[in-house]
């Protein structure tokens, strides 16, 4: 059991986020808002896995084989054992597992049920390389651990809210109801936690708020927040609609897709490799990560100048769209590795805005810190802010509300 600064006990909750070759956790304490131990199991499933637990200050790493899930569940625990904290004492009250999809059907996060474990089995089809994978991982975590609730925390949960203007795609409603065709969106417990955090900082009402945040990561994107409540995102039915990303297209004419069928012979697998995985900055690029991206600009690299253009364009496109929905925009918010790391991307951005009243100062632009911090000019009509996400932190005070605890 941790102890507070008091030297009363409380729990931590054991953060699961279960993908289709990895398994990544994080041990947290919710009150303290830190991490108490993380970690990650990668290649399960190929003949060496790779095992990275960091707790006490120290990092320890081993190269096993993982067959599949359960191994990597039994592996983490063992390591937890072995390296500490013991869970048996670190007070865990709570297991939190990320669900990417909880389609139409879950608008929060939900005590894990059969009923819910179904459900989740039935989403299947509208993230079928995720929710599987999160299924395993809360089946196995729930055999190893049967002695606390597990909790499911859908990405989705917070684009419940979506107007229907927004949620809905203009094909024919039939083929669209009967197929579940929608958009969900994702990244929800990131954009909801930025969103709160952004009322914290400016010391203002949730509900007074008009925002936008900006999730930039290897997968991105932008959400339009009103009192709170989620009214647009740019992702869709699912993660591939929206921004220029890493390795992803965003926005594309659909017509593309029966043209390269048509007259490249290229099948569904091979489209959805293309636009999932070989497109956005790596397609245009041949780099996904904009440290790698920037020094190929600074060489003159004509492929990986366009890239950036083209991020950039889509990027305030959205903005602008974003400012329109909400009307008023109070409050406009970079998060996750690119959006909190990069001053560059961060400043052309939101380049030729001042119109619309956002600006960013460059020196409060180009300081670092650990925290959530303001980055446009003191009196700017918007005000643009860099905070830090933290969805596994998310995720266990969820998991927190749940229980009731
Ligand atoms: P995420 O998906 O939130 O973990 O973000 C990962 C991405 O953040 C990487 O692919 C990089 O493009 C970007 N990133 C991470 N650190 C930096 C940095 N120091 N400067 C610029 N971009 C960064």
New binding site residues.
């Given amino acids: 059991m941790t102890t507070t600064p008091s030297g009363g006990a409380r729990g931590t909750v054991l953060v699961v986020n279960s993908g289709s070759s990895s398994v990544k956790y994080q041990l947290v304490d919710p009150v303290a808002g830190e991490a108490v131990a993380s970690g990650l199991v990668e290649r399960i499933g190929e003949p060496r896995g790779a095992v990275k637990h960091v707790a006490h200050g120290g990092t320890t790493r081993r190269e096993v084989p993982v067959p599949d899930h359960a191994e990597a569940l039994r592996v983490v625990l063992s390591l937890f054992a072995e390296v500490g904290p013991d869970l048996a004492t670190a007070g865990v009250v709570a297991v939190g597992h990320r669900v990417v999809q909880g389609g139409s059907r879950f608008d929060r996060p939900v005590l894990v049920d059969q009923h819910v474990e179904d459900t989740i089995e039935e989403l299947s089809p509208l993230a079928p390389l995720h929710n599987p994978p999160n299924l395993t991982g809360i089946r196995v975590a729930k055999e190893l651990l049967p002695d606390v609730p597990h909790v499911a925390v859908f990405d989705t949960a917070f684009f419940r809210t979506l107007p229907d203007a927004a949620a809905t795609y203009a094909i024919d409603r039939e083929v669209a109801t009967t197929y579940r065709v929608r958009r969900y969106g994702a990244h929800g417990t990131s954009h909801q936690y930025v969103s709160q955090k952004v009322a914290e900082v400016l010391d203002r009402p949730l509900e007074d708020l008009h925002q936008i945040v900006l999730?930039?990561?290897?997968?991105a994107s932008a959400s339009a927040v009103r009192g709170g409540h989620a009214v647009e995102t740019s992702m869709g039915m699912t993660p591939l609609e929206g921004l220029v990303m890493?390795t992803r297209s965003g926005d594309i004419d659909p017509a593309i897709m029966f043209h390269l069928h048509r007259n490249a012979g290229m099948s569904a697998d091979e489209i959805d490799d293309l636009l999932n995985r070989r497109s956005g900055?790596k397609g245009l690029s041949g780099e996904?990560?904009?440290?790698?991206?920037?020094e190929l600009v600074e060489a003159g690299d004509e492929g990986a100048n366009l890239a950036l253009d083209v991020y950039l364009h889509r990027l305030r496109k959205y903005i602008g769209a974003y400012h329109a929905v909400l009307g008023r925009l109070d409050a406009l918010t970079f998060t996750?590795?690119?959006?909190?790391?990069?001053a560059l991307?961060r400043a052309r951005a939101v380049e030729g805005l001042d119109a619309m009243g956002i600006e960013v100062d460059p020196e409060r632009n180009a300081g670092r810190t650990d925290g959530p911090r303001v980055i446009s000019p003191e009196g700017a009509r918007v005000t643009v802010l860099v905070v830090p996400?933290n969805e596994e932190l998310a995720i266990a005070r969820h998991a927190m509300d749940v229980i009731g605890a």
Wanted: hydrophobic share 35%; net charge negative.
């Fill in positions: 999730h930039l990561g290897n997968g890493g900055l996904n990560d904009f440290r790698a991206l920037h996750a590795g690119v959006g909190e790391n990069d991307v996400t």
